[in-house]
């Protein structure tokens, strides 16, 4: 299975959620979180947004430092900070396999905070865990209890978890 920047952002918020994604369950039709990319959107930062695509990952801005190559990831909030972190490592480990060296930059201009994201060996090392666990999560016969978490309340899977809603 491939895995992709948006398994990553959910492995760190809900194990079930990944391995409904990776099955293609549908979500439910009616729910405004349907689109899930657009979930990840809404967390991030739209003001001077200028994409970069590059393979299969998509990178909010990309500046040059000298002969430092530095990718930008834009968000709303730190709520998230560790699908942030995650997210951004595998786009520089994305980037590192077509031969781009790269550091990271998180930021939060509603928080004004930003913060560094370097892609390491024993970074690299953490993230291939993360890749191997979410493969597991997908060949498991069935998913992962449910779990009530906030997030539940925007997830569009929630009535497959709690019928009740
Ligand atoms: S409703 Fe909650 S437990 Fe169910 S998939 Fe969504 S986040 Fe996970």
Redesign the pocket.
């Known amino acids: 299975m491939a895995v992709t920047a948006t398994h990553i952002w959910y492995y760190f918020?809900?194990k079930?959620?990944v391995w409904?994604l990776s099955r293609g369950i549908a979500a439910d039709q009616e729910d405004e979180n349907l689109d899930l990319g657009r979930f990840i959107d809404r967390n991030t930062y739209q003001k001077n947004k200028k994409e970069i695509v590059a393979g299969n990952i998509k990178v909010d801005r990309v500046r040059k430092e000298g002969e430092e190559v530095v990718v930008g990831e834009v968000k709303k909030s730190s709520r998230f900070k560790e699908s942030s972190r995650y997210q951004l490592l595998f786009y520089l480990d994305s980037l590192r396999q077509m031969g781009i060296e790269a550091r990271g930059e998180l930021l939060f201009p509603q928080e004004k905070k930003r913060e560094k994201v370097e892609w390491t060996e024993e970074k690299k090392k953490e993230l291939d865990k993360v890749v191997e666990d979410i493969r597991k999560i997908a060949k498991k016969p069935v998913p992962p209890a449910?779990?009530?978490?906030n997030?539940?309340k925007k997830?569009a899977?929630?009535e497959?978890?709690?019928a009740e809603g």
Not at 146 to 149: A, S
Request: aromatic share 24%; with cysteine; net charge positive.
């Open positions: 918020i809900c079930r959620e409904l449910p779990k009530k978490i997030f539940c997830c899977y929630r497959y978890c709690w």
